[in-house]
């Protein structure tokens, strides 16, 4: 199954041998014995506890073939990056007295869309059947004779259980569970509920007090253990951990705010000896990346595996040359050249962006760095330098037993570098094409969005490049109380000329470098 987006709208199915029952409008065959047809359709996908990464495969899946996604105060906005740049994005809100629209009107839409032949992902905070409203929303879907699919979420008491440490069924605790919301306490029998074994209080964080009275009143012991979790499985996770005695005073003490969901029970005490998530290295560091945002994933994915919150401050945009000239007139006489110098991944991407025919590319091939070397390499071509330390100076002194003299030398790279390669390769009698391949440059808003990062006071800022820590200082100015992180000996020595003191610098000048020494 496969969606068009734009002006197709709707949902493309397409069977080796039979048309799909249902509604929708029939279209044409394929060339195989099968069907094509469009069809509006919604899809409530579980958005999962908070973890971007525990979205399901078919979740993600849906959401990349999206012409349409309303999404929710709890789902991630890191997975409205899986939808197409093709689809609208609407925030429906759905915080504790703060609702963006009413279910009423968020039906409405979800009608709305679909009846204009379009594929609708009703993105959702954990599952969309468990306290998410979404048996109100197939409802409306279903009385106005729209298609739709279910598609499941790890819900957020697993998201809980896993992230803390806390099984909700244990052989030698509990062998039952009891999902509750609190948001009405007179509506709830406590007397039934609280002698579950395991209780799970959704949305029941405003109303604990007087919940956790009335389970003690009707017979749960004071001394039953108990925690409540925030932004569980997020990187700002937070748990605080007592009893129905203690936890309502220690939650008001710290001032703890939704959203929050709370476990009582013996199985409790288990997590002093399961817990994980929290004791990962960087948990509780709040890391800035200022890479272009296309790039950032690289940094981002183990940092968050090593339990660090990312916060991505792009302040670097990658683009085109302002003049492709030289570039182009570069590859038309690609053949005349007998070297080729990479210095960055962008490089070899706009290199091969204006290669129509790799065949042409004669020429030996230096990268610096693994990184670009790996770019090269998965073109199919072999890197024949790479030098043993990732700066212009290495690669100069692996190029030191060429015999340069006459040789063309071709090497695209941003429009701002520095000029030590070039004017050494000179020197040796190299001929030199320097041409533009790329240019970095400021987004547009870059100074309000740093200062709303900076309000959320990082504990580390990280630089790749002397054009992140140009762009960032301008628009921020020298960050107080953040520790900086560089990727190698020119961005530091930009960084101190900027008045920064640089506490890690890469070593080797990697990414990999530049997380090991933030662990170190």
Same mark, same amino acid.
């Given at each position: 199954?496969?969606?068009?987006?734009?002006?197709?709208?709707?949902?493309?199915?397409?069977?080796?041998?039979?048309?799909?029952?249902?509604?929708?409008?029939?279209?044409?065959?394929?060339?195989?014995?099968?069907?094509?047809?469009?069809?509006?359709?919604?899809?409530?996908?579980?958005?999962?506890?908070?973890?971007?990464?525990?979205?399901?495969?078919?979740?993600?899946?849906?959401?990349?073939?999206?012409?349409?996604?309303?999404?929710?105060?709890?789902?991630?906005?890191?997975?409205?990056?899986?939808?197409?740049?093709?689809?609208?994005?609407?925030?429906?809100?759905?915080?504790?007295?703060?609702?963006?629209?009413?279910?009423?009107?968020?039906?409405?839409?979800?009608?709305?869309?679909?009846?204009?032949?379009?594929?609708?992902?009703?993105?959702?905070?954990?599952?969309?059947?468990?306290?998410?409203?979404?048996?109100?929303?197939?409802?409306?879907?279903?009385?106005?004779?729209?298609?739709?699919?279910?598609?499941?979420?790890?819900?957020?008491?697993?998201?809980?259980?896993?992230?803390?440490?806390?099984?909700?069924?244990?052989?030698?605790?509990?062998?039952?569970?009891?999902?509750?919301?609190?948001?009405?306490?007179?509506?709830?029998?406590?007397?039934?509920?609280?002698?579950?074994?395991?209780?799970?209080?959704?949305?029941?964080?405003?109303?604990?007090?007087?919940?956790?009275?009335?389970?003690?009143?009707?017979?749960?012991?004071?001394?039953?253990?108990?925690?409540?979790?925030?932004?569980?499985?997020?990187?700002?996770?937070?748990?605080?951990?007592?009893?129905?005695?203690?936890?309502?005073?220690?939650?008001?003490?710290?001032?703890?705010?939704?959203?929050?969901?709370?476990?009582?029970?013996?199985?409790?005490?288990?997590?002093?000896?399961?817990?994980?998530?929290?004791?990962?290295?960087?948990?509780?560091?709040?890391?800035?990346?200022?890479?272009?945002?296309?790039?950032?994933?690289?940094?981002?994915?183990?940092?968050?595996?090593?339990?660090?919150?990312?916060?991505?401050?792009?302040?670097?945009?990658?683009?085109?040359?302002?003049?492709?000239?030289?570039?182009?007139?570069?590859?038309?006489?690609?053949?005349?050249?007998?070297?080729?110098?990479?210095?960055?991944?962008?490089?070899?991407?706009?290199?091969?962006?204006?290669?129509?025919?790799?065949?042409?590319?004669? %020429?030996? +091939? !230096?990268? #610096? /760095? &693994?990184? =670009?070397? *790996?770019?090269?390499?998965? @073109?199919? $071509?072999?890197?024949?330098?790479?030098?043993?330390?990732?700066?212009?100076?290495?690669?100069?002194?692996?190029?030191?037993?060429?015999?340069?003299?006459?040789?063309?030398?071709?090497?695209?790279?941003?429009?701002?570098?520095?000029?030590?390669?070039?004017?050494?390769?000179?020197?040796?009698?190299?001929?030199?094409?320097?041409?533009?391949?790329?240019?970095?440059?400021?987004?547009?808003?870059?100074?309000?969005?740093?200062?709303?990062?900076?309000?959320?006071?990082?504990?580390?800022?990280?630089?790749?490049?002397?054009?992140?820590?140009?762009?960032?200082?301008?628009?921020?100015?020298?960050?107080?109380? %953040?520790? +900086? !992180?560089? #990727? /190698? &000996?020119? =961005?530091? *020595?930009?960084?101190?000329? @900027?008045? $920064?003191?640089?506490?890690?610098?890469?070593?080797?000048?990697?990414?990999?470098?530049?997380?090991?020494?933030?662990?170190?």
């Amino acid at each position: 199954m496969s969606s068009g987006n734009g002006g197709n709208g709707g949902t493309v199915y397409s069977t080796p041998e039979f048309p799909r029952v249902g509604g929708g409008s029939k279209g044409k065959s394929g060339g195989n014995s099968g069907v094509e047809y469009t069809v509006p359709k919604v899809f409530l996908v579980g958005a999962g506890p908070g973890d971007p990464d525990l979205i399901t495969v078919k979740g993600r899946k849906v959401l990349e073939r999206a012409d349409v996604v309303l999404y929710d105060a709890l789902a991630s906005d890191r997975l409205l990056d899986y939808a197409p740049a093709s689809a609208e994005r609407i925030y429906v809100g759905k915080k504790r007295a703060d609702h963006e629209m009413s279910q009423e009107e968020i039906n409405a839409l979800l009608v709305e869309h679909a009846a204009r032949g379009r594929t609708v992902v009703r993105l959702k905070g954990g599952d969309p059947f468990i306290f998410a409203r979404g048996g109100e929303e197939v409802e409306a879907l279903a009385a106005a004779g729209v298609a739709f699919e279910i598609v499941p979420g790890v819900t957020v008491p697993l998201g809980v259980a896993a992230y803390t440490g806390v099984p909700l069924t244990h052989r030698e605790h509990t062998s039952a569970v009891t999902f509750v919301t609190g948001h009405r306490v007179d509506a709830i029998d406590w007397g039934k509920v609280g002698s579950a074994e395991t209780v799970v209080l959704f949305m029941g964080l405003v109303n604990f007090a007087e919940i956790a009275r009335e389970m003690v009143a009707r017979g749960r012991s004071k001394h039953t253990p108990a925690m409540v979790v925030r932004w569980a499985t997020r990187p700002n996770q937070q748990t605080i951990v007592g009893t129905l005695e203690t936890l309502p005073g220690l939650i008001a003490a710290q001032g703890l705010k939704p959203p929050a969901t709370i476990v009582i029970g013996e199985v409790v005490s288990l997590r002093d000896r399961f817990s994980w998530f929290e004791k990962l290295p960087l948990f509780g560091q709040r890391i800035v990346i200022t890479r272009d945002h296309r790039q950032s994933r690289d940094l981002a994915e183990p940092l968050e595996a090593l339990g660090a919150e990312v916060i991505a401050l792009p302040v670097i945009e990658i683009r085109s040359p302002a003049d492709p000239g030289p570039m182009a007139r570069a590859m038309e006489r690609l053949d005349s050249y007998d070297w080729v110098i990479f210095t960055s991944v962008n490089g070899v991407k706009r290199f091969v962006a204006g290669l129509d025919d790799i065949r042409k590319l004669r %020429a030996r +091939v !230096a990268a #610096i /760095g &693994p990184a =670009t070397r *790996a770019a090269v390499e998965a @073109l199919h $071509l072999k890197a024949d330098c790479m030098p043993a330390e990732y700066v212009a100076e290495s690669l100069l002194e692996a190029l030191a037993g060429e015999d340069l003299r006459g040789k063309r030398v071709l090497l695209p790279r941003a429009a701002v570098a520095r000029d030590v390669v070039p004017e050494e390769l000179r020197k040796r009698g190299a001929i030199v094409d320097v041409v533009e391949a790329y240019r970095t440059e400021a987004p547009e808003g870059l100074a309000a969005r740093a200062k709303e990062v900076m309000e959320r006071k990082p504990q580390w800022i990280t630089f790749t490049s002397s054009s992140t820590v140009k762009n960032f200082v301008a628009a921020a100015g020298v960050p107080a109380g %953040a520790k +900086v !992180a560089s #990727i /190698g &000996p020119i =961005t530091s *020595a930009t960084a101190r000329e @900027l008045g $920064l003191h640089v506490e890690v610098e890469a070593n080797p000048h990697t990414i990999a470098g530049l997380v090991a020494g933030m662990l170190q």
